[in-house]
């Protein structure tokens, strides 16, 4: 997988071409990252069944609640749930970064935030070698729409997230470390449209910097 610099200087706010010193920090920042950190993802696979409306994935003793998983599982048979973390080691090294220069911090959790997902990237990569006959949608994580973020617990228990990959839920249902993101997938038998892409179901819409420049982070 690659982490991929321009990523980065879009979760920094970076707008219009960027000043030639802070992308040769960013980069130099970048080979020290991928240096100490290494992105790990782990996911799992289960038919999708309906009952009364419901989504359920069959064998995980999980119901996918509200309109947007129905809606996103709608001709899909097959359902993944996925979980990517950069670890304990980016919190460490984010913790002393911050400690000499919140400016330095600023660049490295962007860098971050570029590394996992390019982690999940990679983890629907596997999953399309797995099922070359199969079609993903795009991946929606729970606290978007209304699938809620209570979700979270379900879902790292079945990926038995903390003996895995070192991951636990704190009371506010948010994933520990930091850089970690869960995410349903669905497969289907024919190309799945790009359903939820867009600033309407971006949980930074209210505040987001490109937003009020009349711009999106996908221009």
């Known amino acids: 997988m690659e982490l991929n610099l ?35 993802y782990t996911f799992r696979v289960f038919p999708v069944s309906r009952a009364g409306g419901a989504i359920e994935l069959s064998g995980a003793g999980l119901v996918l609640p509200g309109t947007m998983a129905g809606k996103m599982l709608a001709d899909c048979s097959r359902a993944a749930l996925l979980l990517c973390t950069l670890g304990a080691g980016f919190d460490a090294m984010l913790r002393a970064e911050q400690a000499r220069s919140m400016a330095r911090a600023v660049m490295l959790d962007a860098l971050g935030s570029a590394w996992v997902e390019a982690s999940c990237d990679a983890a629907e990569a596997e999953l399309s070698r797995r099922f070359p006959e199969m079609y993903l949608t795009d991946r929606f994580s729970p606290g978007y729409g209304d699938l809620p973020l209570a979700l979270q617990q379900d879902l790292c228990r079945v990926l038995e997230a903390e003996k895995r990959l070192g991951v636990t839920v704190n009371d506010s249902f948010l994933l520990n470390p930091a850089k970690t993101v869960s995410a349903v997938i669905g497969l289907g038998s024919a190309p799945q449209p790009a359903r939820i892409r867009g600033c309407g179901y971006c949980p930074m819409r209210d505040n987001c910097s490109y937003r009020e420049g009349g711009r999106t982070c996908v221009s």
């Open 6 to 40: 321009t990523e980065a200087l879009r979760f920094l706010g970076v707008r219009g071409e960027p000043d030639p010193a802070l992308v040769g920090e960013m980069a130099a920042m970048k080979e020290r990252l991928i240096g100490s950190v290494s992105p790990r």
